[in-house]
């Protein structure tokens, strides 16, 4: 199990201008999105918890957020409204968005 983590792991690298493997559902991880982009939040991944954390905190799935920066870390920085939020490594993978599309209201 170890060594197929590692692999796996490996194969991530969120600096890369290139994207990993095919987007999990309905959109892309947000580790992937690119800085000045404006999303759409389609899911938060298999941790429920977080789920209810994000949305606690006024990023629940449905919302529009915008890449403020990206970090070599996998950080992301996120902004609601007036509101920016920094996001770790392991949330930008699991988080799931969509581009908004600009010919919308």
Request: hydrophobic share 40%; with cysteine.
């Amino acid at each position: 199990l170890a060594t197929n983590t590692s692999a796996v792991m490996n194969q991530i690298k969120p600096h890369d201008d290139q994207p990993v493997g095919e987007a999990r559902g309905d959109g892309i991880p947000l580790i992937r999105a690119v800085a000045g982009k404006c999303l759409r939040i389609t899911g938060h991944g298999p941790d429920r918890n977080t789920g209810h954390r994000l949305a606690d905190m006024g990023l629940p799935v449905g919302v529009e957020i915008e890449v403020m920066f990206r970090q070599r870390s996998g950080a992301v920085v996120v902004s609601r409204g007036s509101a920016r939020m920094a996001l770790g490594a392991e949330v930008a993978r699991e988080m799931l968005v969509v581009p908004v599309e600009e010919d919308q209201p």
